[in-house]
């Protein structure tokens, strides 16, 4: 195929909107200035969603775990004269999880950090922000807590405790699963705070740090600032422990706290020579501006290794708690409508425009994709040949779920040449919320294979990246990878079958494609109104070049797909095309997650595709009863005819019965009007 370089940029400068007027690619049809481009509507929604429903309104957030259920974790034990305390004080507590070294810290502090932040890392300034509208710190008054006193077994227990602090962020150190009291399990273990709990008694404070500190030497550090002195900047430490204030060098407590000790706990190994034994919890304590003593180590973790260690201190670590909060951000999310967040999935309508004289295609789709990485598969037939069935030697792509799907049977007459794939999420790591798509070639034999070297020489396209600064997803570069004859796999930010033809001078902005979660009508998780479905203005949006898509210039063009989990291997009943009235998720028809296998679309009734060049669109506007292209009293007229004789076209609801509620539908859809 002779790649025609003018005609491309020209065709790119179409997509972009450039030199002469196009559609936006921006996820929104814009009617007023639109309508001149796009078709009417030609295809419309005809299941209510089975993959949620994105209602106006909806907020999902603060869910961060339940801290407030766990009785495991640190108890310590200090000698109220080794603080210079009597016991009717009033003390401050700072502290935080860090690494081994303590030079980076966690997001598990004691305090009020804005939910769902990340690790902290370095020093900071706790009264710049985004700490100064908050406290990192808590006030514990020790003349109101229990004087009882409290067996140090690392449980809560049945002792007497005051609550001083709950935590109101997830951990970014880990989350414990395993439930084992070192927290050695075979899934790891992980470091949170999820609660701060007080006691004392004539002679000693008692400190309680409800979680887990994991034993591969991730250290908790407390500063105590108990009103005399002390510094409200970190230094250089001294003495054993000196690495303790050192690694947190320059951080500034908030005003007011000045920290005069810190007790830290860790785990090390202390058998260095010959590797065996396990590490076993050890700890630091001092006055903040003399040398930081090593008070020894436990013979291990849980009730029955709780002691004594230097100064009159004990300590006991059960690092059992598997509950308290989550191990990833808690999904703090806007409140809907929004354009970059969904709670639901579905597919309303569709609208096209062909611009031959630019070779693009243009196709608007109303509807939402979720972020949890669903998956909207799109499949197009635009040429002889193709795959009627997927095949499993496709290039690897979604880490490789495009082969996943191999098996699909489509309708006898769809055999599609191109596979795009959209999708949006969290990223778990950065917090960030990303928008991805995926594009391939779908030759007839799969992927080319070059004869001479037996190396593979089609491309696996992806492009994305963090919603602010990806607003569209154009497929501009830069990766592209050159076949060494050593490459398994062929990757590339740009769009797969021109760059395969040329991957010396990959041409930029053949796919683009926009994302606009703004829909809050159209079909919802009960109905399927199609007057609401077609109204829908928002949703996807894409702009291909024909050329990439590989059109033979005479056959019609078709497009098929549907929504699928974020594994490709359970299908949604939102599909392309549509399948029968009041339809429940088509699922995963195999009796394991490997994917949908053994589905065949000819065994459901009707075209799961849509041919944008010639759309058998039906009747596009429904309350047009007459069908004479406008609505009028005879509209009325003929739906009050149909809905006495109980014909199906009355049952407007398309819950298979006739009652008001169709009546209400009907004047609904008629009051909107035509779309």
């Not at 003018?6 to 690619?25: D, N």
């Not at 989550?326 to 409140?335: A, D, H, K, M």
């Not at 009627?388 to 496709?394: E, I, M, P, Q």
């Not at 154009?474 to 930010?493: E, M």
């Amino acid at each position: 195929m002779r790649v025609n370089q003018r005609a491309i940029a020209l065709s790119v400068l179409a997509c972009a909107g450039a030199t002469i007027a196009q559609p936006t690619i921006d996820g929104i049809y814009d009617p007023g200035i639109e309508s001149g481009f796009y078709s009417d509507v030609i295809w419309v929604q005809n299941n209510a969603t089975g993959f949620g429903d994105n209602s106006a309104g909806l907020f999902e957030g603060g869910d961060f775990g339940n801290p407030e259920v766990v009785d495991t974790g640190v108890e310590i034990k200090i000698p109220l004269a080794s603080l210079g305390l009597s016991g009717n004080e009033t003390i401050r507590l700072a502290g935080w999880v860090n690494s081994g070294d303590r030079t980076f810290k966690s997001n598990q502090i004691i305090g009020d950090l804005p939910i769902d932040t990340g690790n902290l890392g370095g020093a900071q300034d706790f009264n710049d922000a985004p700490f100064d509208m908050t406290t990192q710190h808590i006030e514990i008054d020790l003349s109101s807590v229990p004087s009882t006193g409290a067996t140090v077994d690392g449980s809560l227990g049945a002792d007497s405790w005051s609550q001083e602090f709950l935590q109101g962020n997830y951990t970014g150190f880990g989350d414990e699963t395993d439930g084992t009291e070192d927290g050695s399990g075979p899934n790891g273990g992980g470091s949170e705070i999820d609660g701060i709990y007080v006691t004392k008694d004539a002679t000693n404070l008692y400190i309680f740090v409800a979680g887990n500190l994991e034993n591969n030497g991730n250290g908790l550090d407390l500063y105590i600032d108990t009103g005399a002195g002390g510094d409200s900047t970190l230094g250089s430490g001294s003495g054993d422990g000196g690495f303790i204030i050192s690694g947190q060098n320059g951080l500034d407590f908030d005003s007011g706290f000045d920290a005069d000790y810190v007790f830290s706990v860790d785990a090390w190994n202390d058998d260095m020579d010959d590797g065996t034994t396990p590490n076993v919890p050890r700890a630091f304590f001092g006055p903040i501006d003399m040398d930081i003593d090593d008070l020894g180590s436990l013979a291990g973790y849980g009730a029955a290794n709780a002691g004594s260690l230097s100064g009159g201190v004990m300590m006991a670590i059960d690092n059992s708690n598997t509950q308290g909060v989550i191990g990833t951000q808690s999904e703090s999310t806007p409140v809907s409508p929004d354009a970059n967040w969904a709670y639901g999935s579905e597919l309303d309508n569709c609208r096209v425009y062909i611009d031959e004289s630019n070779a693009k295609l243009y196709v608007f789709i109303g509807g939402n994709i979720q972020n949890n990485y669903n998956k909207f598969n799109m499949f197009f037939d635009v040429a002889p040949g193709g795959q009627n069935v997927l095949l499993d030697t496709n290039v690897d792509i979604s880490f490789n779920g495009l082969n996943g799907m191999s098996n699909i049977t489509f309708d006898s007459d769809f055999e599609p040449d191109y596979w795009i794939n959209v999708n949006n999420g969290v990223d778990g790591g950065s917090g960030d919320l990303n928008n991805f798509a995926d594009c391939a070639t779908l030759r007839t034999n799969g992927a080319n294979i070059d004869p001479d070297f037996g190396v593979i020489t089609d491309y696996g396209a992806f492009f994305g990246g963090e919603v602010g600064a990806t607003p569209i997803m154009d497929f501009s570069g830069p990766r592209v990878d050159i076949q060494d004859g050593a490459l398994g796999s062929l990757f590339t930010n740009y769009a797969p079958r021109i760059t395969a033809l040329d991957p010396f001078d990959p041409i930029p902005g053949l796919v683009q494609i926009s994302i606009d979660n703004s829909n809050v009508a159209g079909v919802t998780d009960t109905t399927a109104d199609s007057a609401a479905a077609a109204a829908v203005n928002t949703g996807i949006e894409l702009c291909i070049d024909l050329d990439e898509l590989g059109w033979d210039g005479s056959q019609d063009l078709k497009m098929g797909g549907w929504i699928a989990n974020d594994g490709f291997w359970f299908i949604s009943n939102q599909v392309l095309g549509g399948i029968p009235d009041n339809s429940e998720n088509i699922g995963n028809r195999d009796s394991d997650e490997d994917g949908t296998n053994d589905l065949d679309f000819n065994m459901i009734a009707g075209n799961q595709y849509i041919n944008l060049t010639n759309p058998d669109v039906g009747n596009p506007c429904p309350p047009d009863f007459t069908g004479e292209g406008d609505l009028n009293f005879l509209d009325v007229s003929a739906f009050l005819a149909a809905f006495a004789s109980m014909d199906p076209a009355a049952d407007f609801t398309g819950e298979g019965s006739f009652n008001f509620l169709d009546v209400s539908a009907f004047l609904s859809a008629f009051a909107a009007g035509c779309p």
